[in-house]
């Protein structure tokens, strides 16, 4: 599933494939939010994580994979 953070005062999104549910990323997003901690930290279908200060957060788009795309991908 793709999921889309937009970043304050940055001018591209970050766009990572998670192979969470909906529901469980919207379940960590808003943990996140209501947390101490203040970091919102995902990881990607690679293993990789993103951690975003949540004070910086604009907004967080949660759907599926474009379908039909085009080029190669690693």
Do not use: C, H, W
Not at 35 to 64: M, N
Request: net charge negative.
């Amino acid at each position: 599933m793709e999921v889309k953070i937009g970043v304050q005062n940055a001018s591209r999104e970050l766009v990572l494939e998670s192979t969470e549910s909906t529901d469980a990323v919207e379940k960590i997003v808003a943990q996140a939010l209501s947390s101490d901690t203040g970091v919102l930290t995902l990881s990607d279908a690679k293993g990789r994580k993103v951690l975003v200060p949540v004070a910086k957060l604009a907004y967080v788009e949660i759907g599926t994979s474009a379908a039909g795309q085009v080029g190669f991908r690693s």
